[in-house]
Protein backbone atom coordinates (compact mmCIF):
# COMPACT_ATOMS: atom_id res chain seq x y z
CA UNK A 1 0.00 0.00 0.00
CA UNK A 2 1.36 3.27 -0.87
CA UNK A 3 1.60 6.31 1.34
CA UNK A 4 -1.13 8.78 2.02
CA UNK A 5 -0.41 12.11 0.01
CA UNK A 6 -1.70 15.20 1.99
CA UNK A 7 -2.05 18.37 0.43
CA UNK A 8 -3.56 20.22 3.71
CA UNK A 9 -4.90 18.21 6.92
CA UNK A 10 -5.79 21.27 8.78
CA UNK A 11 -7.69 21.70 12.12
CA UNK A 12 -9.44 25.20 12.50
CA UNK A 13 -12.58 26.31 14.37
CA UNK A 14 -15.62 27.29 13.25
CA UNK A 15 -18.99 29.25 14.12
CA UNK A 16 -21.76 27.30 13.25
CA UNK A 17 -25.17 28.41 12.29
CA UNK A 18 -28.09 26.16 11.71
CA UNK A 19 -31.18 28.16 10.40
CA UNK A 20 -34.44 26.64 8.58
CA UNK A 21 -37.12 28.96 7.21
CA UNK A 22 -40.16 28.66 4.73
CA UNK A 23 -40.18 30.13 1.65
CA UNK A 24 -42.86 30.78 -0.97
CA UNK A 25 -42.63 27.56 -2.86
CA UNK A 26 -39.92 25.71 -0.42
CA UNK A 27 -38.64 25.13 2.60
CA UNK A 28 -34.92 26.04 3.24
CA UNK A 29 -32.78 24.22 6.08
CA UNK A 30 -29.42 25.79 5.72
CA UNK A 31 -25.68 25.65 7.90
CA UNK A 32 -23.59 28.38 7.59
CA UNK A 33 -20.37 28.01 8.94
CA UNK A 34 -17.94 30.67 9.04
CA UNK A 35 -14.03 30.06 9.48
CA UNK A 36 -10.43 31.92 8.46
CA UNK A 37 -10.59 29.35 5.36
CA UNK A 38 -11.66 30.67 2.70
CA UNK A 39 -11.29 34.86 2.76
CA UNK A 40 -13.90 35.55 4.47
CA UNK A 41 -17.16 33.96 2.82
CA UNK A 42 -19.01 31.19 4.11
CA UNK A 43 -20.11 27.93 3.47
CA UNK A 44 -23.49 27.20 2.52
CA UNK A 45 -24.83 24.07 2.68
CA UNK A 46 -28.26 22.91 2.08
CA UNK A 47 -28.62 19.98 4.20
CA UNK A 48 -32.32 18.76 2.50
CA UNK A 49 -30.96 19.68 -1.31
CA UNK A 50 -27.42 17.99 -0.66
CA UNK A 51 -25.74 20.75 -2.19
CA UNK A 52 -22.91 23.66 -1.07
CA UNK A 53 -21.54 26.38 -2.11
CA UNK A 54 -18.74 28.88 -0.64
CA UNK A 55 -20.34 32.56 -0.68
CA UNK A 56 -19.52 35.75 0.15
CA UNK A 57 -21.10 39.39 -1.34
CA UNK A 58 -19.88 39.17 -4.36
CA UNK A 59 -21.24 35.69 -4.96
CA UNK A 60 -24.46 37.17 -4.03
CA UNK A 61 -24.27 40.18 -7.08
CA UNK A 62 -23.14 37.43 -9.62
CA UNK A 63 -26.44 36.69 -11.84
CA UNK A 64 -27.33 32.80 -11.98
CA UNK A 65 -24.31 31.93 -9.29
CA UNK A 66 -27.07 30.51 -6.56
CA UNK A 67 -29.38 29.11 -8.96
CA UNK A 68 -26.83 27.34 -10.76
CA UNK A 69 -25.00 26.33 -6.89
CA UNK A 70 -28.28 25.16 -5.30
CA UNK A 71 -30.35 24.04 -8.46
CA UNK A 72 -33.57 26.98 -7.93
CA UNK A 73 -35.74 28.49 -9.64
CA UNK A 74 -35.07 32.41 -9.89
CA UNK A 75 -37.58 33.07 -7.64
CA UNK A 76 -36.62 30.73 -4.85
CA UNK A 77 -33.02 32.10 -5.61
CA UNK A 78 -34.16 35.49 -5.04
CA UNK A 79 -35.43 34.35 -1.53
CA UNK A 80 -32.32 32.87 -0.43
CA UNK A 81 -30.52 35.42 -1.64
CA UNK A 82 -31.92 38.03 0.03
CA UNK A 83 -31.50 36.14 3.38
CA UNK A 84 -27.74 35.64 2.93
CA UNK A 85 -27.60 39.24 2.26
CA UNK A 86 -28.42 39.55 5.66
CA UNK A 87 -26.40 36.56 7.13
CA UNK A 88 -23.03 36.58 5.03
Known amino acids: MTERFFLYDDLVNTKTR ?3 FMG ?3 RFDLALIQSDRYYGKMLVLDIQGNRFAIIGHDDLDEE ?3 EHAFKL ?3 DAEELRSFLRESV
Open 18 to 20: FVS
Open 24 to 26: ENQ
Open 64 to 66: GYL
Open 73 to 75: SEE
